[in-house]
């Protein structure tokens, strides 16, 4: 059973920092894309940023130059670090395993609170 743990959420004031990670396990880890999403109380689930086993990056209009996504293929972890958070990053971020062939998986999710 493939495993996704995220961790590293918390409660921040406007403007600070906040970094998640993910790590996988019983996976073939280099062959995924990974990604972050969010889900908002009352809101649908979105896109935060994705990278490729090729390093490549994708990210959401509303956190592009904030948020940077990172891996480590030797520790099976993906990172997001989060800098100038606003209150509207609150959400529940979740981490994404996604291959066309090999599947798709999610973490539990890790809660981020943005608040003063």
């Known amino acids: 059973q493939v495993q996704l743990v995220e961790s590293g959420g918390g409660l921040v004031q406007p403007g600070g920092s906040l970094g998640l990670s993910c790590a996988a396990s019983?996976?073939?880890?280099?062959?995924?894309?990974m990604g972050w999403y969010r889900q908002a109380p009352g809101k649908q689930r979105e896109l935060v940023a994705t990278?490729?086993?090729?390093?490549?990056?994708n990210y959401a209009d509303s956190v592009k130059g904030r948020f940077t996504i990172s891996r480590d293929n030797a520790k099976n972890t993906v990172y997001l670090q989060m800098n100038s958070l606003k209150p509207e990053d609150t959400a529940v971020y979740y981490c994404?395993?996604?291959?066309?062939?090999?599947?798709?998986?999610w973490g539990q999710g890790t809660q981020v609170t943005v608040s003063s």
């Open positions: 994404n395993a996604n291959h066309l062939s090999a599947g798709d998986y």
């Open positions: 019983r996976i073939i880890f280099t062959i995924y894309t």
């Open positions: 990278i490729t086993k090729g390093h490549r990056t």
